[in-house]
């Protein structure tokens, strides 16, 4: 190996922890807010009703 391929390995590695770290926080920070299991909701959810348009008329 030549000492431009030494060095760059270096600093490859060298940048690895940092990178590492932000890659885990930046999954910690984005983590879902939500404690427990995910729940379907009890009902299903009502149909919109329709609005009242006066042009009808």
Same mark, same amino acid.
């Given at each position: 190996?030549?000492?431009?391929? +030494?060095? /760059? $390995?270096?600093?490859?590695?060298?940048?690895? #922890?940092?990178? &590492?770290?932000?890659?885990?926080? +930046?999954? /910690? $920070?984005?983590?879902?807010?939500?404690k427990? #299991?995910?729940? &379907?909701?009890?009902?299903?959810?009502?149909? /919109?009703?329709?609005?009242?348009?006066h042009?009808?008329?």
């Open positions: 190996m030549n000492q431009f391929t +030494t060095r /760059a $390995i270096k600093k490859t590695l060298s940048a690895l #922890p940092v990178v &590492l770290v932000i890659a885990v926080s +930046t999954l /910690a $920070i984005s983590a879902c807010g939500q427990g #299991p995910l729940k &379907l909701p009890d009902e299903p959810a009502k149909p /919109a009703t329709k609005s009242h348009n042009a009808d008329k």
